[in-house]
């Protein structure tokens, strides 16, 4: 069964935008991860964050976990066409298989 | 190069055949992972493995068989049993616990 769920389905923004997408999840979990995938590609891993951390950056990337409210956000600052992907979040359980969200199809507009 | 490899990219099948699609690392990784995406759909594990000759189920195992004889490659069998296999197909890999690594997927179409 999907673990995490991603909101919104779909997000449509113009260049230099701010993009935020939400993901809630039901159970306790070791880290959760952020993905992007390019239409009819495989997945490229973004970021991990850990059950005891908060927030992290990479880049233009930042990532927040709220454990207490099961959810984490992906805010992806000044946006650039070359984002247009879809993201998916990843909970891992504690026993080394993940469980993937139906994703946030982002489009960033030049 | 060091990455993850799955071939073929597009396979089509006739109703009542098994195919096998490949799945091969280089990474070193002790696990591997099979995950089934349907169109707009996010992945659902199929089958995965985190050492040699052992696997275990996913949450759609069904209709599908897996091997792990040697630990860069890790084969996934979608038999006859499988009643709606067209999808697209993601192998990954990882040290387990750590972050996925994926293939390029391959697109399955049943005639």
């Known amino acids: 069964s999907q673990q995490g769920e991603e909101d919104p389905q779909a997000l449509s923004i113009q260049e230099g935008e701010n993009a935020t997408m939400n993901c809630s999840y039901k159970?306790?979990?070791?880290?959760l991860q952020w993905y992007r995938q390019n239409s009819g590609r495989g997945l490229v891993h973004l970021i991990l964050i850990r059950s005891n951390e908060r927030e992290k950056h990479s880049g233009r990337l930042r990532v927040t976990l709220d454990t207490s409210k099961k959810s984490s956000s992906l805010l992806i600052t000044a946006s650039r066409a070359a984002d247009t992907a879809s993201y998916f979040c990843?909970?891992?359980?504690?026993?080394?298989?993940?469980?993937f969200g139906a994703g946030t199809r982002l489009t960033v507009k030049p | 190069d060091g990455g993850i490899t799955q071939s073929p990219k597009y396979l089509f099948r006739k109703e009542g055949q098994n195919v096998t699609l490949s799945c091969e690392q280089n990474?070193?990784?002790?696990?591997m992972y099979w995950y089934r995406q349907d169109p707009g759909q996010g992945l659902r594990l199929i089958y995965y493995?985190?050492?040699?000759?052992?696997?275990q189920k996913g949450d759609i195992a069904e209709g599908y068989s897996v091997s792990r004889e040697k630990k860069e490659s890790f084969p996934l069998t979608v038999t006859s049993a499988q009643k709606n296999p067209t999808a697209f197909y993601l192998c990954?890999?990882?040290?387990?616990?750590?972050?996925?690594?994926f293939g390029p997927g391959t697109r399955l179409t049943v005639l």
């Open positions: 990474l070193n990784h002790d696990a």
């Open positions: 990954a890999s990882s040290i387990v616990g750590r972050p996925q690594f």
């Open positions: 493995s985190q050492i040699v000759n052992d696997f």
């Open positions: 159970t306790s979990i070791n880290n």
């Open positions: 990843a909970t891992d359980e504690w026993h080394n298989d993940m469980r």
